[in-house]
Every structure is written in structure tokens, then in C-alpha cells.
């Protein structure tokens, strides 16, 4: 048990640099507090005395805000950072290593009594703050949930998850959907080119870009073969004999 609370302890030094000593996490961190109290909870739950693990729970919440039900399943060095307002559904289960920030919602979307109702967060996913998980599906290893997002859909490992409904991003390189490549923990699952539409947005501005340098080099070749044509002969545009389309412009106002 306490080489469990000293690995809990530790993992919160370690993600959050607000964190000062062992004994100030001990004293001062509600997201410490509610797994502690959760798995109290939970021995209680599965010892078949629901009432009491339901009772403990709730003396839980009204002391750290973080509501967990005494059915769901933590994992090891799980870290509820800030956490108000956090709920967490009977069936869930989050895995080992997990940080999951205020407004989190792990819900589920079925009112079958002893279904998988609830999501199943793999290990090291970020849940970030206000995100609603909703559905008895599994979310991979690695993965991100961003800020705000309501994912209705398994999530790949590494990937991430953004937007009202989630839309996916592919892990690059199947491991994490970091794209600046640096492996270490991205505090609420930043990431950069995290927008998939302002993704396909630069791809459309480099395609229409690269085809207006063709068409400038079109008109170019037309020039240099009409060198020698007869007068009547149709004559481009001097505007179409360079490229004018602005895709610096365009990609800055999407973002980079």
C-alpha cells in the first residue's frame, strides 16, 4: 500500500512543477485524496458492500470535488490534476499513468444495468480539461484528448482527439501523436498541428499554390513559343505569366 502512495506521489512531482515537496502533495493535492479515497471505495464495492463504498464515494466528492465511482477501475500512478469537477462512470477504467484535468466527464451513453457503459482509457492518455468521453470504448495507449472535445468513438493509441464531435488524428508514427517529436509528458495533451481542419486547409492552399506555379509555367512556355505568331495571334495576360497566389498569406491566417 505505501509503496503504491509513494508511486502516486512521485508521479505528481513529476508532471506538475507547481508541486513543491512530498509533504505538500500529501497535504494540498485533492486529486491525491480522491484515488486514496477511491480505493477504499472500491474494496468496499467489491467486497459486496455497495452502500458503504457508495457512502465513501461521496464523502470523497464533498472533499476534493472529484466524483469517482466506487465501481470504476484506476490504475497505477493516475493523476487527477486540478480535477473539479471531474466524473468518473461506473464502468470506466483508466490505466496506469493517466492525468486527467478539471471538468473531465468518463460517462456513459447506455441505461443497461451491468453493460460496459463507460470508457476504458489505456495507459499514459491525457484527458484534458472539459472533455467528455462518452461510450463503453476503449481509448489507446498514449492517446490525447483535447480541451473541451466530446469523443463518441474509439480513440487509436497515440492518436489525438479533438473538436465537437472529436475528430481523429493519426499517430505519425504510430507511438505518439506528438508531432514535435519529444516524448516527454505534453501537460493538457498540447500538441502542435492539433486541428485537423486547419490540417486540410494548408493542404489545399499548398495544392492550389503548387498549381498556379504550373500555370505559370504553362503561360511562360506558350510565351516563348508564340515568340514568332502573327498579329491576331491570342496573347496571355501578363498576370497569368507569374504566380500570384498568395499561400504565405493564407497558411498565417489559418495558423501554422
Known amino acids: 500500500m505505501f509503496t503504491r502512495l509513494r508511486s502516486d506521489i512521485q508521479c505528481i512531482l513529476d ?3 507547481a508541486a513543491r515537496s512530498t509533504w505538500e502533495v500529501i497535504t494540498c ?3 491525491l485524496h480522491a484515488v486514496v479515497m477511491h480505493r477504499v471505495s472500491h474494496w468496499l464495492w467489491t467486497h459486496g458492500l455497495k452502500w458503504l463504498g457508495r457512502f465513501v464515494s461521496m464523502v470523497a466528492r464533498w472533499f476534493t470535488g ?3 465511482h466506487p465501481g470504476a477501475v484506476l490504475g497505477e500512478r493516475v493523476f487527477f490534476d486540478h480535477a473539479m469537477g471531474v466524473v468518473v462512470g461506473e464502468t470506466a477504467e483508466i490505466g496506469d499513468g493517466c492525468t486527467i484535468y478539471q471538468g473531465v466527464t468518463l460517462g456513459g451513453t447506455s441505461l443497461y444495468k451491468g453493460a460496459k457503459r463507460h470508457p476504458t482509457l489505456g495507459k ?3 484527458v484534458s480539461a472539459g472533455a467528455k468521453v462518452l461510450g463503453g470504448f476503449v481509448v489507446g ?8 472535445a466530446v469523443v463518441i468513438k474509439p480513440v487509436p493509441a497515440g492518436a489525438t482527439a479533438v473538436g465537437i464531435p472529436a475528430r481523429i488524428i493519426p499517430s505519425k508514427e504510430g507511438t505518439s501523436a506528438d508531432v514535435t517529436g519529444n516524448p516527454k509528458f505534453s501537460a493538457y495533451g498540447i500538441t502542435l498541428e492539433d486541428d485537423p481542419l486547419s490540417q486540410a486547409m494548408k493542404g ?3 495544392s492550389a499554390s503548387s498549381q498556379d506555379h504550373q500555370i505559370a509555367l504553362l503561360w511562360q512556355a506558350i510565351e516563348k513559343l508564340s515568340a514568332t505568331r502573327k498579329d491576331g495571334d491570342c496573347v496571355p495576360d501578363d498576370a497569368a505569366l507569374k504566380e500570384c497566389f498568395e499561400a504565405e498569406k493564407l497558411t498565417q491566417l489559418v495558423g501554422k
Not at 495507449?141 to 473541451?148: E, H, L, P, T, V
Open 15 to 17: 508532471r506538475d512543477p
Open 29 to 31: 493535492y485533492p486529486g
Open 66 to 68: 472529484i466524483e469517482i
Open 124 to 126: 499514459n492518455v491525457v
Open 141 to 148: 495507449d498514449g492517446a490525447k484528448i483535447g480541451s473541451n
Open 204 to 206: 489545399l492552399i499548398d
